[in-house]
C-alpha cells in the first residue's frame, strides 16, 4: 500500500496567493485524551450510532464497538436532519449520555456542533467537535468552534471544491487552533445508487494541499450498510488516517440513518479485515483495545 508522505504545501486558503497559516508543514496528528492520536502512522476507526436516542442504545453501542477496536466514540446530540419533522437528536440530554458512554469506556467522545451559541456546552461534554456538512462554511460557527482550542473533525460538504474545504479550514486555523481532522463523506452527483458518490480521490488530493489528517466516512457516502466495509477498506487503501462509521444495535428501528448502519456483528466483522490490511499498510490500529475496564 503506497502512502505518499510528501506534502506540497501547508494549509492553503483560497485564493492561493494568501500565505498559509499553519506553522508546519510536518504531517499533522491531532491528539485525543488517553493518548490516542489521528493522523501519522495510527489508523483510527471512530464509530457509534447517527443518533443518541437512549441511555442503553449509547451504551450497548459504545461498548460493542470498543470492543471490537474502535479508538473513539461518534454520536449525534444535535441533528442536522433535512426535514425539521424528522427527528432533531436528544439534545442536552444526549450531551449527558456521550459524557457517562465515553467515560466508562475509555472512548473520547465526537459529537456534531450545529449552532455557535451551543460551543460551549457541547465542548463540556465532547473530546472532539464535528463540523458536519451543512456547516462547512458556517463562518461564525467555525470560528467559535476554533476559538475552543479543542480537536475539530470538518467535513466536507457535500457540494464543496477541495479550495473551499481548505478555506474553511482557514477559518478555524485564524483563531490559532490547527487541531483539524478532515472528513470526505462523499459528494452529490447525479447517481441516487449510493446516497452519495465518495470521492476517494480527496484522500491523496488532500495530502498534496494540507498537513492535516484526513478521514473517510462510509457511511454517509453511501447510505447503504453492504457498501460500507468495502468502502472503508478502499479508503484505508488509499492512505486515510481513519474511518468514520455508524452503527446500530438495532437498524430497522433507528431513528436516522438506519439503512447505512452496520450492526455490532457488522462492526466486529470490519474491524477483522480493518485488523488483517492495517499491517501491510505501515501503520497501527489507534484503540483503547480491551485496556480500559467497564
Ligand atoms: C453525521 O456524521 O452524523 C452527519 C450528519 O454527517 P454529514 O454532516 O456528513 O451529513
Ligand atoms: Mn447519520
Same mark, same amino acid.
Given at each position: ?11 492553503? +486558503?483560497?485564493p ?45 453501542? /459504545?461498548?460493542? *464497538? ?6 473513539? #466514540? ?24 456521550l459524557?457517562e ?17 451551543? *460551543?460551549?456546552?457541547? +465542548? ?9 456538512? =451543512? ?10 468552534a476554533? =476559538? ?5 473533525? #470538518?467535513?466536507?460538504?457535500?457540494a464543496?471544491?477541495?479550495? @473551499?474545504?481548505?478555506? /474553511? ?11 483539524? *481532522? ?20 480527496? *484522500?491523496?488530493? #488532500? ?36 474511518l ?17 448502519a452496520l ?9 477483522? @479485515? ?21
Amino acid at each position: 500500500m503506497v502512502r505518499p508522505s510528501a506534502s506540497a504545501e501547508p494549509v492553503s +486558503a483560497v485564493p492561493k496567493a494568501t500565505p498559509p497559516v499553519t506553522r508546519s508543514p510536518e504531517r499533522q496528528t491531532v491528539a485525543l485524551p488517553h493518548g490516542l492520536a489521528i493522523g501519522g502512522d495510527g489508523f483510527m476507526v471512530v464509530a457509534g450510532p447517527c443518533a443518541v436516542e437512549s441511555e442503553e442504545q449509547l451504551l450497548t453501542t /459504545a461498548r460493542a *464497538v470498543r470492543d471490537a477496536g474502535a479508538g473513539a #466514540l461518534r454520536g449525534g446530540a444535535f441533528k442536522p436532519r433535512t426535514s425539521p419533522r424528522s427527528f432533531q437528536g436528544l439534545g442536552e440530554l444526549a450531551l449527558r449520555y456521550l459524557k457517562e458512554a465515553g467515560d466508562e469506556t475509555g472512548l473520547p467522545v465526537v459529537t456534531e456542533v450545529m449552532d455557535p451559541r451551543q *460551543v460551549d456546552l457541547v +465542548a463540556d461534554h465532547s473530546a472532539m467537535l464535528q463540523i458536519g456538512s =451543512r456547516n462547512m462554511q458556517n463562518a461564525p460557527l467555525l470560528r467559535e468552534a476554533g =476559538r475552543t482550542g479543542m480537536p475539530i473533525l #470538518l467535513k466536507r460538504g457535500a457540494a464543496a471544491t477541495i479550495d @473551499e474545504l481548505l478555506a /474553511a479550514v482557514d477559518y478555524i486555523v485564524e483563531t490559532g487552533n490547527e487541531n483539524i *481532522v478532515l472528513c470526505e463523506r462523499g459528494l452529490r452527483s447525479f447517481d441516487p445508487s449510493t446516497r452519495y458518490t465518495l470521492d476517494l480521490a480527496a *484522500v491523496p488530493v #488532500l495530502r498534496t494541499r494540507t498537513p492535516l489528517p484526513v478521514v473517510v466516512d462510509p457511511s454517509h457516502a453511501t447510505g447503504h450498510r453492504h457498501l460500507v466495509v468495502p468502502l472503508a477498506l478502499a479508503a484505508l487503501a488509499v492512505g486515510a488516517d481513519g474511518l468514520l462509521i455508524e452503527v446500530h444495535p438495532d437498524p430497522a428501528r433507528a431513528l436516522s440513518d438506519g439503512p447505512q448502519a452496520l450492526t455490532p456483528a457488522d462492526f466486529s466483522a470490519l474491524m477483522d @479485515e480493518i485488523h488483517r490490511w492495517i499491517p501491510p499498510s505501515g501503520r497501527y490500529l489507534s484503540t483503547v483495545g480491551q485496556t480500559v475496564a467497564s
